[in-house]
């Protein structure tokens, strides 16, 4: 089972690693900007095998993202919000978004109704879990400037 999930954190990476190129992002920060996608969706996976909740393996896995973008943006001295859309592109539920669609179409309502309200949820899981580690960043470094 972790082999499958090492080889599923692999193709996050490589996925990553394109949109990283379709971004613009070069040198070394092409590969850690890939490499915090592929260790988001490692978390991702770990958090459900763990027998985590769908909606709370996605707000760990931001969580772990966002802490490494902030990592990353510092030791490599370029804006946060290059690592942080790379890292999200694999967590992003467009899954859900298609099948929310596809159900719609079908006329199935409550299918539809069900499963865009998880697809909201999750975009809220990981949406809050950046801007909490986002806030708390910048909390600790307002207060290191301060001394």
């Known amino acids: 089972m972790i082999g499958n999930i090492l080889l599923y954190s692999l193709y996050s990476f490589i996925a990553t690693f394109g949109f990283a ?4 992002i070069k040198g070394k920060k092409l590969f ?4 915090g996608g592929g260790l988001s969706w490692f978390i991702y996976l770990i958090s459900l095998q763990c027998n985590m ?5 996605f707000f760990y896995a931001s969580v772990v993202g966002a802490i490494y973008c902030e990592v990353m943006a510092r030791i490599l001295k ?11 592109i ?11 669609m596809l159900e719609t179409t079908r006329g199935d309502i409550n299918k539809s109704l ?3 309200l998880n697809t909201i949820i999750i975009a809220g899981a990981i949406a ?3 801007v909490m580690v986002s806030s708390i960043t910048k909390l600790i470094t307002y207060k290191k400037r301060k001394k």
Request: proline share 7%; aromatic share 12%; hydrophobic share 50%.
């Open 53 to 57: 909740t769908n909606v709370l393996s």
């Open 32 to 35: 850690f900007a890939a490499l």
């Open 78 to 88: 370029t804006p946060v919000t290059t690592f942080i859309i790379c890292t999200i």
């Open 114 to 116: 069900s499963t865009g």
């Open 128 to 130: 809050v879990a950046l």
């Open 21 to 24: 190129i379709i971004f613009n």
């Open 90 to 100: 694999p967590l992003v539920p467009g899954g859900g978004m298609y099948y929310t």
